[in-house]
């Protein structure tokens, strides 16, 4: 069995930027928006890596006084990453565009009532992948309910 020894010993140059704006186009609609780049060029034994390309758009709609449904469209582009259980320690993320619905009902000021669904487009998806020790993070489509109440 092989040690594994962790060290910082990568060296490189990033660049990059991100461009976010948010928009009220009326007191029943708001929107969000950001698209951001970030160029990596690194060197080392085991290089991991960030997407360059990621944009998404936020809707807020008040459909009445005690509606609100939010929604929520990102995309990632692919992208390959450090991943030490793999045979060539790179893992390769595929690229994914999805969207989260939320309907919220406020039936009274202290008593909110959800609807949610999460990961709306296709499949399953991998985000995440730490270097070593776990699993690649896989988001599944889900829904859920929730009841909050404010004291």
């Known amino acids: 069995m092989e040690d594994l020894i962790f060290s910082n010993s990568q060296n490189g140059r990033t660049y990059g930027g991100e461009l976010a704006a948010a928009f009220r186009i009326s007191k029943f609609f708001k929107c969000d928006f950001a698209c951001s780049f970030l160029k990596t060029d690194l060197s080392g034994k085991h290089v991991g890596g960030f997407p360059e390309h990621q944009a998404s758009i936020r809707g807020e709609f008040h459909l009445t006084k005690t509606v609100e449904l939010n929604t929520w469209l990102r995309y990632v582009n692919q992208y390959s990453t450090t991943y030490l259980l793999s045979g060539d320690s790179n893992y390769q993320i595929d690229r994914y565009l999805?969207?989260?619905?939320?309907?919220?009902?406020?039936?009274?000021?202290?008593?909110?009532?959800?609807?949610?669904?999460?990961?709306?487009?296709?499949?399953?998806?991998?985000?995440?992948?730490?270097?070593?020790?776990?699993?690649?993070?896989?988001?599944?489509?889900?829904?859920?309910?929730?009841?909050?109440?404010?004291?």
């Open 98 to 151: 999805t969207m989260d619905l939320q309907l919220t009902w406020s039936i009274t000021p202290k008593i909110e009532l959800s609807l949610a669904g999460r990961n709306l487009f296709g499949g399953s998806h991998v985000e995440f992948v730490q270097e070593s020790f776990s699993q690649p993070t896989e988001i599944e489509k889900s829904f859920y309910g929730k009841l909050t109440c404010k004291f």
